[in-house]
């Protein structure tokens, strides 16, 4: 059985953020940083990580958010008070706290990255300022506001084809700025992935994983 905890990360600057890490029953194939979407640590954000670890990672999930507002859980209804904690960091900040999860994550050996929503932004910001074997992006809506960094690692990109809040313009931008990713495109909605959405569509969040896990195994272990 795998085992969870929530445990306590520092980042460079002396900020303390909790991290949700899911330990694998075995030897770990390798680490996994779990990055949020708006709503924060959530039951669903867990629970992937949970399922992150039974795949033989340790993953984990570090809460971005605690830098305005600790232990913050969003009802997914509350899109803009997820937007406005989201709009009150620093992105410098965030890269600092991700920094910190990557080394928690790298006692497992090498470390990938996974985000949703605007943690797939953020996983793509990541992959371009630290070190990661391996990125995967998940309907990352912020992309274009950061296509002039360039990517330091392989990543994998997840989009929905009837996706209200990514037009498939953004999406063209992304391939054009970087033509080294690997896209794939579902017929499902903005956050397919996630079983507490609406828009939750298990075809499409079930082939997008095992895409994901092949990628892993490749890149990370």
């Not at 992937?48 to 305005?68: C, I």
């Not at 890269?95 to 006692?107: R, S």
Request: hydrophobic fraction near 45%.
């Amino acid at each position: 059985m795998t085992e969870s905890a929530t445990v306590e990360l520092k980042a460079i600057d002396g900020h303390r953020l909790a991290a949700y890490r899911a330990v694998p029953a075995g030897r770990p194939r390798g680490g996994l940083v779990v990055v949020q979407e708006i709503f924060g640590v959530n039951a669903h954000i867990r629970a992937v990580a949970d399922g992150f670890a039974r795949e033989g990672y340790l993953a984990v999930a570090p809460a971005l958010f605690d830098r305005v507002e600790r232990g913050a859980d969003v009802p997914y209804a509350d899109v803009a008070a997820g937007r406005a904690l989201k709009d009150r960091l620093k992105l410098e900040q965030t890269i600092l706290d991700l920094k910190a999860a990557i080394d928690a994550a790298a006692t497992a050996g090498k470390v990938g990255m996974v985000g949703y929503c605007w943690g797939g932004t953020m996983t793509y910001v990541a992959a371009c300022h630290l070190t990661l074997a391996a990125g995967i992006v998940y309907y990352g809506g912020g992309l274009p506001a950061h296509l002039e960094r360039t990517p330091k690692c392989p990543l994998m990109f997840h989009f929905g084809e009837r996706d209200a809040h990514i037009p498939p313009a953004d999406v063209e931008r992304v391939k054009k700025a970087y033509p080294l990713g690997h896209y794939y495109l579902y017929p499902a909605e903005h956050g397919f992935n996630c079983t507490e959405r609406p828009s939750y569509d298990a075809a499409a969040a079930a082939l997008a994983l095992g895409r994901s896990l092949d990628f892993l195994h490749r890149h990370v272990g």
